[in-house]
């Protein structure tokens, strides 16, 4: 749609974060075959679109029309089982 509403939109992303976590190897199961991972930590976030088009501004809008940044904090947890051979 040339010459319409639409603006092409590079957008550039970052996920810098930190993971500290644990690995469990539990002795009674399986000769240490079997093991446990847990991590907490988090990243964050960021979005910036931007047009390709010079004379033209990008802005994130959700279904009620407010603005929104695309930015922010996300806290993560994660838990692995495994089994190794």
């Known amino acids: 749609m040339l010459g319409g509403d639409w603006n092409d939109v590079n957008t550039a992303m970052a996920h810098p974060g930190v993971y500290p976590g644990y690995k469990y ?3 009674f199961v399986f000769k ?3 093991f446990i991972e847990a991590f907490a ?3 964050y976030d960021t979005f910036n679109p931007v047009a390709s ?6 802005t994130l809008r959700d ?3 407010e603005k929104q940044s695309g930015e ?3 806290p993560d947890f994660n838990v692995y089982i495994g089994f190794s051979f």
């Open 25 to 27: 190897l539990p002795s």
């Open 32 to 34: 240490g075959r079997v």
């Open 41 to 43: 930590g988090g990243f």
């Open 53 to 58: 088009n010079e004379y033209s501004e990008v």
């Open 72 to 74: 922010g904090f996300a």
């Open 63 to 65: 279904e009620e029309g």
